[in-house]
């Protein structure tokens, strides 16, 4: 494993209790970071915390990323426990199941366009202000294949992705000349608790569609992301890295 300089750095990782969230906290502490941990599930975050603390110094906070006022305590908590924040990964996600865009429900609709999206947005501008005081960020939005292609019975989520690929340019445009970088990913599948809400057809479709013929490792996701996450990432922004395993074509 290549050693990422993350010395000093203070990482707030949403969904870092389980999945791609979890090995990226797991990566960075091994960096020499410290991290923050922002999870809807108080019994989950309280495990990793258990698991994670040999490692570094880790914090968790309870958030509920489509309410304001509870990403703003977050941010709070946050910084009394490590007293700035230098990388924002937003990871946390659903999935909402599979339909067609008719057979849907709008609450299910509505609900993955707010945790995948309006999550991400809430936490950039919560966040940036800090990062814009130290004049340094390093912010990774990850997003999904299936924002830029498009899945069947998936539209919810595939917009979703789509509109956190658009916030990320428009996010990294602004931020261009003041310290602040900010890239997204698209992952193909990686196999972690999300796809329990998945039907295995609609998982049969994913793994069809991979060059490679395998799903995404959470760990190999964690290497890209805090890479764009280092000093070492200088010159990109606003730009997104695939992690499709060969799927995606532009």
């Known amino acids: ?70 990403v703003e305590q977050a941010v709070q908590q946050t910084l009394e426990a490590h007293r700035k924040i230098d990388v924002l990964i937003n990871c946390a996600g659903i999935t909402g199941g599979n339909g067609t865009t008719w057979e849907l429900a709008p609450d299910v609709w509505r609900r993955v366009i707010d945790v995948n999206l309006i999550g991400p947005y809430l936490t950039c501008r919560a966040v940036v202000p800090h990062m814009l ?58 196999k972690t608790e999300i796809f329990d809400s998945m039907s295995q057809q609609h998982i049969d479709y994913m793994l069809s569609k991979i060059p490679m013929n395998r799903f995404l490792l959470p760990e190999e996701a964690a290497s890209l992301i805090l890479w764009l996450s280092s000093e070492d990432c200088a010159f990109s922004t606003a730009s997104v890295f695939d992690l499709s395993g060969g799927r995606a074509t532009y």
């Open 1 to 70: 494993m290549n050693q990422i300089d993350l010395a000093g750095r203070t990482v707030v990782i949403t969904g870092g209790a389980r999945g791609i969230g979890y090995a990226v906290a797991q990566r960075a502490l091994a960096s020499g970071a410290e991290a923050a941990l922002w999870d809807i599930d108080a019994e989950r975050l309280e495990r990793a915390r258990g698991e994670l603390a040999k490692a570094g110094k880790v914090s968790v906070a309870v958030v509920e990323l489509t309410e304001e006022t509870s």
């Open 133 to 190: 005081k130290e004049g340094y960020g390093r912010i990774v939005n990850i997003a999904s294949v299936a924002g830029k292609e498009g899945n069947p019975n998936a539209s919810h989520y595939s917009a979703s992705k789509a509109g956190l690929i658009g916030l990320t340019k428009s996010l990294g445009k602004e931020l261009a000349t003041r310290g602040i970088l900010v890239n997204a990913v698209t992952p193909a599948a990686a």
